[in-house]
């Protein structure tokens, strides 16, 4: 009898087509990575997040302080979906030994 072999979906992180390369340039290095972030935690990114916003101007307290700490969590959330979406548009990869 055969056996069968079933693998987690394949990662080509080429420029095979929009997605993987996407995909590819998201988990580059992975810094500023979902996975990155992740494993940072909350409290870090939150620390990275002031110290974006200070470092522009904005001071804590201000609309324009609240602006941007609103607008780096969603261009965050925006770019883990990114990721998300491409990670589960690959197919899945059968491996089959004789």
């Given at each position: 009898?055969?056996?069968?072999?079933?693998?987690?979906?394949?990662?080509?992180?080429?420029?095979?087509?929009?997605?993987?390369?996407?995909?590819?340039?998201?988990?580059?290095?992975?810094?500023?990575?979902?996975?990155?972030?992740?494993?940072?935690?909350?409290?870090?990114?939150?620390?990275?997040?002031?110290a974006y916003?200070?470092?522009?101007?904005?001071?804590?307290?201000?609309?324009?302080?609240?602006n941007c700490?609103?607008?780096?969590?969603?261009?965050?959330e925006t770019?883990?979906?990114?990721?998300?979406?491409?990670?589960?548009?690959?197919?899945?990869?059968?491996?089959?030994?004789?």
């Open positions: 009898m055969c056996p069968l072999l079933l693998s987690p979906p394949r990662l080509r992180l080429g420029g095979y087509g929009r997605g993987e390369s996407v995909l590819g340039a998201a988990l580059g290095g992975f810094a500023g990575s979902p996975v990155a972030e992740a494993i940072a935690g909350p409290e870090k990114l939150a620390q990275q997040d002031d916003c200070e470092s522009i101007g904005a001071a804590k307290g201000t609309p324009q302080y609240t700490r609103l607008t780096v969590t969603q261009q965050r770019k883990h979906n990114v990721v998300r979406g491409a990670l589960l548009s690959q197919p899945d990869v059968v491996i089959i030994s004789r």
